[in-house]
């Protein structure tokens, strides 16, 4: 597609509910990565995949948060039972390659009640 | 630890007149910068970034920056604000083995006519 493609774009869940976030980055990207972005907050790091592989996950706040990238293309962040603190916008952003211009998705917002 | 502070959460100027953004960071080593804008419900544009060479770097929509090692500062500049630069600016510096983005808190813009 023309640019990085984030679904749901808002998302609330049931505190204890699990939750999937989806990323289309753009076509032939290898490089992708995952912020979240709390209210009047800028963008904190969660993790970086090149092609299939996790090379970065030390910013995943807790056990509770899982990030797959299967075929190297879409990713996935997964949040398992919810809680209000995971309140916040999830941006994903995808690049050519290694330290090239990253390209950043409208995001997800997600509201935990 | 590395780090990027705003000192300005929001600024306000008139339309037309000049502009200046601030960024401080701290990074072990000559440190990658960027400058990105964020407008509401969008995702994030990146407006700059220097890597090396000339201090002085031009980006799109009539920005700058200039990077003064001395000061550790990455400073965002435009000669005349237009209405439709009111956003939220996000300095930030780049690891080098990492590639991930550590952001600042932002500085908020709004544009008076």
């Known amino acids: 597609g023309a640019g990085v493609s984030q679904s749901p774009r808002y998302k609330v869940a049931k505190r204890g509910q699990d939750v999937a976030l989806r990323c289309d980055p753009i076509s032939g990207h290898v490089s992708l990565f995952w912020y979240q972005q709390a209210l009047g907050q800028g963008p904190e790091f969660l993790t970086y995949f090149q092609n299939e592989a996790q090379l970065d996950k030390s910013g995943l706040p807790s056990d509770r948060f899982f990030a797959e990238r299967p075929e190297g293309s879409v990713s996935t962040l997964k949040i398992q039972r919810t809680q209000q603190e995971d309140s916040a916008v999830y941006l994903c952003a995808s690049s050519l390659s290694r330290q090239g211009e990253a390209f950043f998705g409208q995001g997800t917002r997600l509201t935990v009640v | 630890a590395q780090s990027v502070t705003q000192p300005d959460i929001h600024i306000t100027v008139s339309e037309g007149a000049s502009l200046e953004l601030r960024c401080n960071y701290s990074?072990?080593?000559?440190?990658?910068l960027f400058w990105y804008v964020q407008s509401p419900g969008q995702g994030l544009q990146l407006l700059l970034k220097?890597?090396?060479?000339?201090?002085l770097v031009q980006g799109i929509k009539g920005f700058e920056a200039e990077f003064k090692r001395s000061q550790s500062s990455f400073n965002l500049r435009k000669p005349s604000v237009h209405w439709s630069d009111a956003a939220e600016y996000f300095c930030a510096v780049g690891e080098y083995n990492t590639d991930k983005l550590i952001f600042g808190t932002g500085t908020r813009l709004q544009v008076f006519p």
């Open positions: 220097y890597f090396s060479g000339d201090t």
């Open positions: 990074y072990g080593a000559t440190p990658y």
